[in-house]
């Protein structure tokens, strides 16, 4: 309904005249026709509005008089009762429902005009309304128009099991409301499958793998009651459970082992998927899975497994590309989080109301930010390194490291203790009472200072010497046709860097973080209103600003950072002090080598400046990544970084020491000449609190022996365990910023157009978060388990549904909005949901519940009658019958040959793919594919590298996505290429070729044995006789063919890494391969039944 349903104008005498018309011509008035008789057999006794209404208005209506406030027109919204029965004009004249009276309801009359400027939905929607919708509206309205709020935000009540005629069938609550609904329709259920195809199919959903041999065999042998439920059991007590439940999630979460995007580097994901297995083997209720992986990390004594679940948040591609702004990308990473919780939790297409109101859900803007706003606050950015995992991280040392981190960290320990300053105080007192006999004869030591420069040269001067190290010399750096020029400065001349100029020093001031050191040095900045890098030894963002450096905000504050990956594995400080434009300052950085944010000082003017610690995490080396690649390869800058310049700075007597200086000798570089034998001359009763401090600190630092050679053994021991865990894989998490990020509402979603600031909240047509729950992300974990919550469970169960079933209960499986499906059997929805929750939300029990059940056991052979009263099987009047996924069917080629390996868990591996798979589209980092060897060319699917840009081919031939996005329900296709595939993949070719040997040597020496083995590891089931006649006939031609062409036979047998057995003839093993081929392209091998 897209055109305004009266034409009120804005000129009085026209909207006088409009009205009058409509009354004189009836308005929209029609005389009502009853219904046809052949539809009123069609309607139901009552017409509900959730299940037969509101699905017409929200696919013909909602789009222009629905949620969207922006979109609606004539001031009439029918998404709402209030809005659909209130007055829409001015006048309160007009209803566009008005219960009981069709001739009042201008829905109804605009729907039945034949006039093309009143009729709705107008032509030119290109939509229109059947006979039957028709009539379902009109009924609906003559029976009272009875509103109901949209069924999945109604929370689930637990139904009562209804009664069934043949109690006999049933053998759980599941099969009571399959069973009444057939019996309403009058049909019968299908009978049970046949065993085999039981222990297929039940292997299938829930291992992902097919039955063996051997253990087909033997549950045909066993007719004992039980039997069934024992493999079942054994089937859920299955490490491979695991895997199979985990792939589902995976395309949920959108996992991948590549960032993404252009460049689409790799990254350490594999933690993560791992955690995903092992939660659902050790049956992890769903209300932890929940929770763990959305506020893991907000858990009370967070354990690193409950940390490494919050990397579900993760997940979503990342940049590493050059040239792109930070905060543009960082809030797409939020956005993509909050719409991933959105389809992954409730169902609902959240991310349609990121720029506007959405069209057909109660979902507004203000909703779709108030739910990113407890996404915002995580500590990370939107351009993410090279080299070392995006941060916040966790992270994750092998059990060696880990014994020798603890090893180094125990001696570690003891040492932080010894040198706790009280240890050395009546060393102090003792050397005081001689320093003050002669205090002239203490002042700064320089003795580890190994870089001094003085800037003295003349104007045309490329290279600035160092006073220390003759040798190691600085040079200009940046743009060439600026060269500095020779300025006063606060100790003879100084240099001035014009535009992007720069300088360039030694990499002798190359500086980790265990290593304790002082950069001093005289700056001038001569104008504000610029961010830049006053001094810095760091990359830039493409290295996670690896390195230190002392930043100027545009008003002239502070901050320094040290850092591995920034920003949270880093320390990041912001300083009070402000610069004060064309003054000269002294700027003295002191550290300690202790990766602490409580090491690191900033003087300003010789004294130490007040600050804010932003972050306080440092635990990874400033100079390299792992395996000590990627160093931090820009030399220490002075006026610029990588990325750019300060305009106009003034540099003079640039010093770097080896060591950590004390406040006094700090002093003394500003210029505060003999400040350590001034405070040494002050009568002690006379020094201040702030003096016998700042003396102490100079003793220990300069004058004690064994403080010296205490620090120089932690120096050694940091420098060791700082080495060691640098080379440690990662994974990224959550972590919560310091400081709440604020967040706004973004209009059109556009990060930099923010507009009314918004609080965490959950969207307001849902159960409202309960006020005693914190608005963060545990906070809303405990939202989405709230038993009053409609939507939780509801699409929980239905997803587990779908995947033993084909289809869910409700079919659009990623939408329970407005324009997603209804429930084809609500009640048992409700049961399940309800039953769930009261479980304990206990996965295995419920997907064990499922497949006992005689609903799922029966056969996928449809009856003339159920094909002709249920041909989509929507009332499961028998069992589904659906392709296999990608990853199911390469994992069946690959358990029937006998090549699968069965590890579970560890690192993504590299099977076969079409050679330049990758080359084609990196651009760098990780640009060429390295086939693994041994097992790795035979894990099961999940373990498969996933990079975004290049998936497995293979895979994606048969459906699986891309991950770019939050996928919950998979397409399912039929094409030739899968054919192909089967047919001509080395993984295919060498798991026929494997099998072929095992035919030979395990299935027989006649050929109908050899071939009736290869049907039942294949199929599970064994060949008909007309199968085995035309296999023994393809097996003759094929052998005979090989015999005389054995180059052939040789040609094929090479296929794949994996060795032949050489004491097989090759012309049969090459004949039984080509059978094995032939079968694994029955339907059989990839369909489910």
Not at 297 to 322: C, V, W, Y
Not at 925 to 945: F, M
Not at 1032 to 1060: M, N, S
Request: one cysteine or more; aromatic letters at 10%.
């Amino acid at each position: 309904m897209k055109r305004q349903l009266t034409q009120f104008l804005t000129s009085a005498s026209l909207l006088i005249f409009g009205i009058a018309v409509f009354y004189g011509s009836g308005g929209c008035k029609r005389e009502q026709k009853p219904i046809a008789d052949s539809l009123q057999a069609m309607l139901p006794a009552k017409v509900d509005f959730n299940f037969h209404i509101k699905p017409i208005l929200s696919d013909r209506c909602f789009a222009c008089h629905g949620p969207d406030v922006n979109k609606r027109e004539a001031n009439l919204r029918l998404d709402t009762e209030e809005g659909a029965f209130a007055a829409y004009d001015s006048l309160g004249t007009y209803h566009a429902i008005v219960p009981k009276d069709l001739e009042a309801s201008q829905v109804f009359q605009r729907i039945m005009t034949t006039d093309p400027d009143e009729k709705m939905p107008p032509a030119n929607s290109n939509l229109s309304l059947s006979n039957y919708e028709i009539a379902l509206i009109q009924k609906w309205i003559e029976q009272g128009a009875e509103w109901k709020e949209h069924w999945s935000f109604i929370a689930p009540q637990k139904p009562e099991i209804p009664k069934v005629k043949q109690e006999k069938w049933v053998r759980n609550p599941i099969d009571n409301f399959v069973l009444s609904r057939l019996e309403q329709k009058g049909l019968q259920p299908a009978p049970e499958t046949s065993k085999e195809t039981l222990l297929r199919r039940v292997s299938f959903d829930l291992t992902g793998l097919p039955p063996s041999v051997a253990q087909v065999d033997s549950f045909l042998k066993d007719n004992s009651p039980n039997a069934y439920e024992n493999a079942v059991d054994r089937l859920l007590a299955s490490p491979h459970y695991g895997e199979r439940m985990a792939v589902e999630w995976l395309d949920v979460a959108r996992y991948a082992d590549s960032h993404g995007y252009q460049d689409d580097g790799m990254r350490n994901s594999w933690p993560w998927r791992d955690w995903v297995i092992n939660a659902y083997n050790k049956n992890l209720t769903y209300d932890k899975f929940i929770t763990w992986q959305l506020a893991g990390d907000m858990l009370p004594n967070a354990t690193k497994e409950q940390i490494i679940a919050t990397s579900f948040n993760r997940n979503h591609p990342q940049t590493q590309e050059g040239g792109v702004v930070d905060e543009e990308y960082r809030v797409e990473y939020v956005a993509d989080r909050t719409a991933t919780f959105g389809k992954a939790f409730l169902g609902l297409t959240v991310e349609c109301a990121r720029c506007h109101d959405h069209k057909y859900d109660p979902i507004s803007q203000k909703d779709f930010f108030s739910l990113y706003a407890f996404f915002n606050n995580n500590h990370d950015s939107g351009i993410i390194p090279y080299n070392g995992e995006a941060s916040p991280t966790i992270i994750l040392p092998s059990e060696e490291a880990e014994s020798k981190l603890k090893f180094i960290r125990e001696q570690i320990t003891p040492l932080e203790k010894v040198l706790e300053p009280e240890n050395y105080r009546k060393n102090y007192e003792t050397w005081l009472v001689q320093a003050e006999k002669n205090p002239a004869n203490y002042a700064r030591n320089n003795a580890a200072l190994v870089g001094w420069f003085p800037f003295e040269e003349p104007q045309d001067a490329k290279e600035y010497k160092n006073n220390v190290h003759t040798k190691l010399k600085a040079k200009l750096g940046g743009d060439p046709d600026k060269k500095p020029v020779i300025v006063p400065g606060a100790v003879g001349n100084a240099r001035k860097l014009i535009g992007d100029a720069g300088i360039d020093f030694t990499r002798e001031l190359d500086f980790d973080r265990h290593q304790p050191f002082t950069v001093s040095m005289w700056t001038n900045v001569y104008k504000l209103g610029e961010e830049g890098t006053i001094f810095a030894k760091c990359n830039g963002e493409f290295e996670g600003y690896r390195g230190y450096r002392v930043l100027l905000e545009k008003d002239g504050s502070l901050s320094v950072s040290f850092s591995y990956v920034w920003p949270a594995n880093c320390i990041d400080l912001d300083i009070e002090e402000k610069l004060t434009p064309g003054k000269w300052h002294h700027l003295a950085l002191t550290y300690d080598g202790s990766s602490k944010a409580s090491g690191v000082k900033l003087f300003l003017d010789g004294k130490e400046t007040k600050r804010t610690v932003i972050i306080d995490n440092l635990n990874k080396s400033i100079l390299y990544g792992e395996k000590k690649t990627h160093w931090s390869d820009m030399p220490f800058m002075i006026g610029k970084d990588m990325r750019g310049s300060i305009k106009d700075v003034g540099v003079d007597e640039m010093m770097a020491f080896k060591r950590q200086l004390s406040a006094l000798e700090v002093q003394e570089l500003y210029g505060q000449k003999e400040a350590i034998a001034a405070v040494i001359k002050t009568p002690k009763a006379q020094r201040t609190p702030q003096q016998q401090t700042a003396l102490f600190e100079y003793y220990l630092l300069n004058h004690d022996t064994e403080y010296a050679t205490q620090l120089a053994k932690i120096t050694k021991l940091r420098d060791e365990e700082n080495q060691l865990i640098t080379d440690q894989p990662e994974v990224m998490v959550m972590r919560e910023r310091k400081h709440l990020k604020p967040t706004f509402i973004l209009d059109r979603g556009a990060y930099d157009s923010p507009k009314e600031q918004v609080q965490p909240n959950t969207p307001a047509k849902l159960v409202a978060l309960d006020k005693n729950v914190p608005k963060n992300r545990l906070g809303l974990s405990k939202w989405l388990l709230d038993r009053r919550h409609p939507l939780t469970s509801r699409v929980t169960v239905n997803r587990f549904w779908a995947m033993c079933f084909g289809n869910g209960l409700v079919s659009t499986v990623d939408d329970f909005g407005n324009q997603g499906s209804l429930p084809t059997h609500p009640e048992l929805l409700d049961y399940l949901a309800t039953h769930f929750m009261e479980s304990g939300w206990d996965i295995k029990a419920f997907m064990k519940m499922m497949v006992m059940s005689a609903t799922y056991r029966q056969s996928s052979l449809p009856s003339k009658q159920a094909l002709a009263l249920d041909p989509d099987n929507t009332l499961f009047s028998r069992g589904h019958s659906f392709r296999l996924s990608a990853e199911m069917i390469r994992d069946n080629a690959l358990a029937a040959s006998g090549l699968l390996a069965r590890k579970i868990g560890g690192p993504s591996v590299y099977p076969y793919q079409p050679d330049g798979i990758w080359e084609a589209l990196a651009t760098r980092n990780k640009t060429h594919y390295e086939q693994g060897k041994g097992d790795d060319l035979y894990r099961r699917s999940l373990y498969t590298v996933w990079k975004r840009s290049s998936p497995p081919p293979s895979m994606m031939n048969f459906d699986a996505p891309d991950r770019y996005l939050c996928v919950v329900r998979r397409q399912k296709t039929a094409t030739p290429l899968q054919s192909l595939v089967l047919m001509n993949d080395p993984q295919y070719v060498e798991a026929s070729r494997i099998l072929a040997e095992r035919m030979i040597k395990e299935g027989g020496s006649a050929p109908e044995d050899r071939i009736t083995f290869a049907f039942k590891a294949l199929t599970s089931r064994l060949p008909r006789t007309e199968e085995i006649n035309l296999m023994k006939q393809l097996y003759a031609e094929e052998l005979a063919d090989f015999q005389k062409e054995p180059g052939r036979a040789k040609e094929l047998l090479t296929t794949g890494e994996y060795k032949r057995d050489m004491s097989l003839n090759a012309s049969e093993v090459a004949a039984c391969t080509i059978i094995a081929s032939s079968i694994m392209n029955f339907d059989e091998f990839v369909v489910k039944r």
